[in-house]
């Protein structure tokens, strides 16, 4: 007799009420509120996904390529339970090192055979969107059916209509960002800009690996900087000068935002010979943890700044200690899921960019968190009163359905819905993008309906609302143009 969790015989199929609310009159309304914003266009403002593979429009690889290796929520999991990055097919840095598994069909069995380990997760959500809306896929993963799953979604990656700009249409994806290093000659994007795509795939601007003083290759990064601004960074002022002129190269190839990942959100100024003492140290291999912080949060102040002068969004979001495991990160680099979040001490940190920019008509912020306990407490008051600041979607470990519903209740009531970001999906994983925006909507229209069955909304305006938060509030918040 097969056990309570076989899943051989089972067919994958997605419930339509999925992430609405159970109570039937509530999910009632929750239906007709999210039916009348399903089929918006996506604005994914805020992503990872490589300019490289529009510019070079390139049919993906494998199964195992497009939806395990590059999804750190995917490996994390399995890492978890015991597995090694590699055996998921993360490559060690040194090719001297064992190395990792090579064959795609031997790490989609390992993956579909873990699947039990997503139940409760937003990755099973986002999965089984993927399998069953984009692939055609009917069997459960497990180890009896890999295979057949390996061999329907590779006969679907052979298609030309699955390259990566035919799935811009595909996905119904109205315009996506990039992130870019600071450095970056934007030469992809700028071929992307001849072929038509120009104002659909925009560069982000990323400086913050020029702007950290003790990261291992700070100094080559900011040679990078000064070769593609054209600007001799020896000395600060050169140093600010190439980020001008970079931040302008943006600008011209329709960037709308600025990207700024830092462990901490401190946005003190420095005096201005403080600030060229530090830099010159560190161009001389000289700095200090404590002088490398101050920097950092000088460099946010500076950041924000130049935002008001170019206009460029401010995206900040704090608060992650990387690469925790450096054992881990020397083998393999970073980014691969062994990132853990931390506290944030959010007012204190950005008071001195909001008193001097707060209410500059040309400056723009979008704060995100992973540390939930500020969003009552300090992002929504901020959000709430200064007219530069957005308050960012849930991000990251709080891109689930219940998180995003504790997002909702904590912040609305100070902040508003008009003082909101939109959702953004922030990820490598292009083929979830659809799946993140779906479930976003979802929660939404769970929340709003309850608001209607309180007699807090109207259905009308609960609508409206809807509208606003899947499509016309990212356009507002990132200036991307008349949401009308």
């Known amino acids: 007799m097969p056990s309570p969790s076989s899943t051989v015989d089972a067919t994958l199929t997605l419930h339509p009420d999925r992430a609405l609310p159970a109570e039937p009159g509530v999910r009632a309304i929750a239906r007709e509120i999210y039916g009348s914003v399903a089929n918006l266009p996506i604005v994914s403002m805020h992503g990872h996904v490589p300019v490289e593979w529009f510019a070079e429009d390139r049919p993906f690889s494998d199964p195992a390529e497009l939806l395990v290796v590059p999804d750190h929520?995917?490996?994390?999991?399995?890492?978890?339970?015991?597995?090694?990055?590699?055996?998921?097919?993360?490559?060690?840095?040194?090719?001297?090192?064992?190395?990792?598994?090579?064959?795609?069909?031997?790490?989609?069995?390992?993956?579909?055979?873990?699947?039990?380990?997503f139940r409760g997760t937003p990755s099973r959500f986002w999965l089984e969107h993927e399998l069953v809306e984009i692939f055609g896929v009917r069997e459960v993963p497990s180890e009896a059916t890999a295979d057949a799953i390996y061999d329907r979604i590779e006969s679907v990656l052979r298609e030309?209509?699955?390259?990566?700009?035919?799935?811009?249409?595909?996905?119904?994806?109205?315009?996506?960002?990039?992130?870019?290093?600071?450095?970056?000659?934007?030469?992809?994007?700028?071929?992307?800009?001849?072929?038509?795509?120009g104002s659909r795939v925009l560069p982000t601007f990323r400086p913050d690996a020029v702007c950290h003083l003790d990261r291992p290759t700070w100094v080559d990064d900011v040679d990078l900087l000064g070769a593609a601004a054209g600007v001799d960074v020896s000395t600060y002022a050169g140093f600010l000068e190439a980020l001008r002129v970079q931040r302008a190269r943006f600008v011209a190839a329709g960037a709308l935002a600025t990207d700024h990942g830092h462990l901490g959100v401190d946005t003190t100024p420095l005096d201005e010979a403080e600030a060229a003492r530090l830099y010159a140290a560190a161009r001389t291999g000289r700095t200090t943890s404590a002088g490398a912080r101050a920097f950092a949060g000088h460099m946010l102040f500076q950041m924000a700044a130049m935002a008001a002068e170019d206009g460029l969004v401010m995206q900040i979001h704090p608060g992650v200690l990387r690469d925790f495991d450096q054992a881990v990160h020397r083998r393999l680099g970073p980014d691969k899921g062994y990132d853990i979040p931390l506290a944030v001490d959010y007012a204190r940190g950005v008071r001195p960019m909001l008193e001097a920019f707060g209410h500059h008509p040309n400056f723009r912020t979008i704060l995100f968190t992973i540390d939930e306990t500020v969003y009552s407490r300090e992002l929504a008051p901020l959000a709430g009163v200064f007219p530069s600041v957005r308050l960012g979607a849930p991000w990251w470990f709080l891109d689930a359905p219940d998180a995003m519903r504790r997002f909702r209740e904590a912040v609305t009531e100070t902040a508003g819905f008009a003082n909101m970001s939109g959702f953004v999906d922030d990820t490598r994983a292009f083929c979830s993008i659809p799946a993140r925006h779906d479930l976003a909507r979802r929660v939404d229209a769970g929340y709003l309906a309850r608001l209607v069955a309180e007699h807090r909304l109207t259905l009308d305006e609960a609508v409206d609302t809807a509208a606003d938060l899947a499509y016309h509030l990212p356009r507002l918040a990132y200036r991307a143009g008349d949401a009308q």
């Open 73 to 117: 929520y995917v490996v994390r999991m399995f890492v978890s339970q015991g597995a090694r990055p590699e055996d998921l097919g993360v490559r060690p840095l040194d090719p001297s090192a064992p190395p990792a598994e090579s064959d795609p069909r031997t790490i989609w069995r390992r993956f579909c055979a873990g699947w039990k380990h």
């Open 160 to 197: 030309d209509s699955f390259r990566p700009r035919a799935l811009l249409d595909r996905f119904n994806i109205e315009t996506i960002a990039t992130t870019d290093n600071a450095w970056d000659t934007l030469d992809a994007h700028g071929r992307l800009a001849a072929e038509g795509f």
